[in-house]
C-alpha cells in the first residue's frame, strides 16, 4: 500500500451522510447528552448544521458555540468555548484552528467529556478524501502499530527529502489510535481518523526534520523547511518563505522550539492538500510538531502552539527495525496489518 496522495477514485459522501457517521457511529451520541460543537467564522455552516440535526434526531441536547479565528493552532479558545467544552458530554471541534493540544481541551477531557477536539472545517473535506473512509477499519492497524509502537526504545524516520530524526520514546503512550471513535468518557481524538502519534522524551530528539507540502498555520509550503533539532529543539530553520514565517512564530512563542510529535498516518483515503488536519492522516507519511506536548497528550512542554509539518516517503524505524520503507509497509510489520476491513458505503 503506498502513500494516499490522490483521493481521485474515492466516492463522494454528502456532508450529511459523514455527520450522521461521526455522530452516530463515532462519538456514539445517546438521548440527553450535552454534544459541543466547536466552530470558528471560517467554518463551512453545513458542518454544524447536518451535526446539530443529528443530534436532535438522536435526541441529544446540541449547542453551538461560535467565534472568530484563534491566531495559531494549539491557542486556546475563547472562555465561552471552553466553558461549554467542559460541560458536554461530547465535543466535536470544527475550527480553522485545532485545540486539541489546549488546556480548553485536557480540561474537558478530566471532566469526563469525550470527542474529537479537531476536525475539517472546510465541507469539501467531509464530502471527500480522509473523512469517507472507514474508521473502524483504520482503528484495527492503529491499534496494532500503537502496540508495537510500545514495545520500543528509539524513533528514526528517514526520507528522500533529507529528514533523519532520532528520539527517545521510552515510556511514552502511543495517542490518536482511538482514530477518531470515541464512545467512553474521557477519550479523545481528532479527525479525520487516521494516525498513531506521541511526544519523544524532552532533550532527546537528534537531527534534521525536513517539512514538505503543507504545515499547521503556514498552509501549503513554498518550498521545504529544513529544521536543525539538537537536544529536543530546533536551532535552526531554513528554506524559502514559508521557513521565514515559521521562525517568526518560534521566535515569538515560548517552546515553539520544542519537538512536541511525531505521528505516523494510516488513513488510505486522505489528500494531500493545503490543509494539514488532513494531509499529516495519509498513509505513507509521518508528522513532526513543534511546540506543545502537554495537555494530557503525554509530554512535559506546555505552549500557546503546535504545528505539524508533513515528512514525505518517510522510512520508520522502531530500534533499528524498519517498520516502513519509504511510505511502503516493511514485510515484517505486515502483522499489524488488519486481516480485513468493511467498507461503509453512502447512504442511498
Same mark, same amino acid.
Given at each position: 500500500?503506498?502513500?494516499?496522495?490522490?483521493?481521485?477514485?474515492?466516492?463522494?459522501?454528502?456532508?450529511?451522510?459523514?455527520?450522521?457517521?461521526?455522530?452516530?457511529?463515532? /462519538?456514539?451520541?445517546?438521548?440527553?447528552?450535552?454534544?459541543?460543537?466547536? @466552530?470558528?467564522?471560517?467554518?463551512?455552516?453545513?458542518?454544524?448544521?447536518?451535526? !446539530?440535526?443529528?443530534?436532535?434526531?438522536?435526541?441529544?441536547?446540541?449547542?453551538?458555540?461560535?467565534?472568530?479565528?484563534?491566531?495559531?493552532?494549539?491557542?486556546?479558545?475563547?472562555?465561552?468555548?471552553?466553558? #461549554?467544552?467542559?460541560?458536554?458530554?461530547?465535543?466535536?471541534?470544527?475550527?480553522?484552528?485545532?485545540?486539541?493540544?489546549?488546556?480548553?481541551?485536557?480540561?474537558?477531557?478530566?471532566?469526563?467529556?469525550?470527542?474529537?477536539?479537531?476536525?475539517?472545517?472546510?465541507?469539501? =473535506?467531509?464530502?471527500?478524501?480522509? +473523512? *469517507?473512509?472507514?474508521?473502524?477499519? @483504520?482503528?484495527?492497524?492503529?491499534?496494532?502499530? #500503537?502496540?508495537?509502537?510500545?514495545?520500543?526504545?528509539?524513533?528514526?524516520?528517514?526520507?528522500? $527529502?533529507?529528514?533523519?530524526?532520532?528520539?527517545?520514546?521510552?515510556?511514552?503512550?502511543?495517542?490518536?489510535?482511538?482514530?477518531?471513535?470515541?464512545?467512553?468518557?474521557?477519550?479523545?481524538? #481528532?479527525?479525520?481518523?487516521?494516525?498513531?502519534?506521541?511526544?519523544?522524551?524532552?532533550?532527546?530528539?537528534?537531527?534534521?526534520?525536513?517539512?514538505?507540502?503543507?504545515?499547521?498555520?503556514?498552509?501549503? /509550503?513554498?518550498?521545504?523547511?529544513?529544521?536543525?533539532?539538537?537536544?529536543?529543539? !530546533?536551532?535552526?530553520?531554513?528554506?524559502? $518563505?514559508? !521557513?521565514?514565517?515559521?521562525?517568526? @512564530?518560534?521566535?515569538?512563542? *515560548?517552546?515553539?522550539? %520544542?519537538?512536541? &510529535?511525531?505521528?505516523?498516518?494510516? %488513513?488510505?483515503? !486522505?489528500?494531500?492538500?493545503?490543509? @494539514?488536519?488532513?494531509?499529516?492522516?495519509?498513509?505513507?507519511?509521518?508528522?513532526?510538531?513543534?511546540?506543545?506536548? =502537554?495537555?494530557?497528550?503525554?509530554?512535559?512542554?506546555?505552549?500557546?502552539?503546535?504545528?505539524?509539518?508533513?515528512? +514525505?516517503?518517510?522510512?520508520?524505524?522502531?530500534?533499528?527495525?524498519?517498520?516502513?520503507?519509504?511510505?511502503?509497509?516493511?514485510?515484517?510489520? *505486515?502483522?499489524?496489518?488488519?486481516?480485513?476491513?468493511?467498507?461503509? &458505503?453512502?447512504?442511498?
Amino acid at each position: 500500500m503506498t502513500s494516499g496522495t490522490a483521493a481521485t477514485t474515492s466516492p463522494t459522501f454528502a456532508v450529511a451522510d459523514i455527520a450522521e457517521r461521526v455522530a452516530r457511529d463515532y /462519538l456514539g451520541l445517546r438521548p440527553g447528552e450535552r454534544f459541543a460543537i466547536i @466552530i470558528d467564522d471560517r467554518t463551512d455552516p453545513e458542518i454544524p448544521r447536518e451535526l !446539530a440535526r443529528v443530534a436532535l434526531a438522536l435526541d441529544a441536547d446540541p449547542v453551538v458555540v461560535s467565534f472568530a479565528p484563534r491566531a495559531r493552532s494549539g491557542a486556546e479558545p475563547p472562555a465561552s468555548a471552553a466553558a #461549554a467544552m467542559a460541560a458536554a458530554d461530547v465535543v466535536l471541534c470544527a475550527a480553522s484552528t485545532s485545540f486539541y493540544h489546549t488546556a480548553a481541551k485536557a480540561a474537558a477531557q478530566r471532566a469526563g467529556a469525550r470527542g474529537d477536539f479537531n476536525a475539517p472545517y472546510r465541507a469539501d =473535506a467531509w464530502r471527500l478524501g480522509a +473523512m *469517507t473512509a472507514d474508521f473502524l477499519a @483504520i482503528r484495527e492497524r492503529a491499534e496494532r502499530l #500503537a502496540a508495537l509502537w510500545r514495545l520500543a526504545r528509539e524513533v528514526r524516520i528517514t526520507s528522500p $527529502a533529507g529528514t533523519d530524526l532520532r528520539a527517545t520514546v521510552t515510556g511514552r503512550e502511543p495517542m490518536a489510535w482511538l482514530t477518531g471513535i470515541c464512545r467512553n468518557p474521557g477519550e479523545v481524538s #481528532a479527525l479525520p481518523g487516521g494516525e498513531v502519534s506521541l511526544p519523544p522524551l524532552e532533550g532527546t530528539s537528534e537531527g534534521v526534520v525536513v517539512w514538505e507540502r503543507v504545515a499547521s498555520d503556514l498552509g501549503a /509550503l513554498d518550498g521545504p523547511v529544513t529544521i536543525t533539532v539538537r537536544a529536543g529543539r !530546533a536551532t535552526e530553520i531554513r528554506g524559502g $518563505a514559508s !521557513a521565514a514565517r515559521l521562525r517568526v @512564530i518560534v521566535a515569538s512563542v *515560548t517552546d515553539a522550539d %520544542n519537538i512536541g &510529535e511525531i505521528g505516523i498516518g494510516l %488513513n488510505p483515503a !486522505a489528500r494531500i492538500g493545503d490543509e @494539514i488536519t488532513e494531509a499529516k492522516k495519509a498513509f505513507g507519511t509521518v508528522h513532526v510538531a513543534l511546540g506543545d506536548s =502537554a495537555n494530557e497528550y503525554g509530554g512535559l512542554v506546555e505552549c500557546d502552539v503546535h504545528l505539524d509539518g508533513l515528512v +514525505m516517503a518517510p522510512t520508520i524505524e522502531f530500534d533499528g527495525i524498519a517498520v516502513v520503507v519509504a511510505a511502503k509497509l516493511a514485510p515484517r510489520s *505486515t502483522k499489524w496489518l488488519p486481516s480485513g476491513s468493511v467498507r461503509i &458505503e453512502p447512504r442511498a
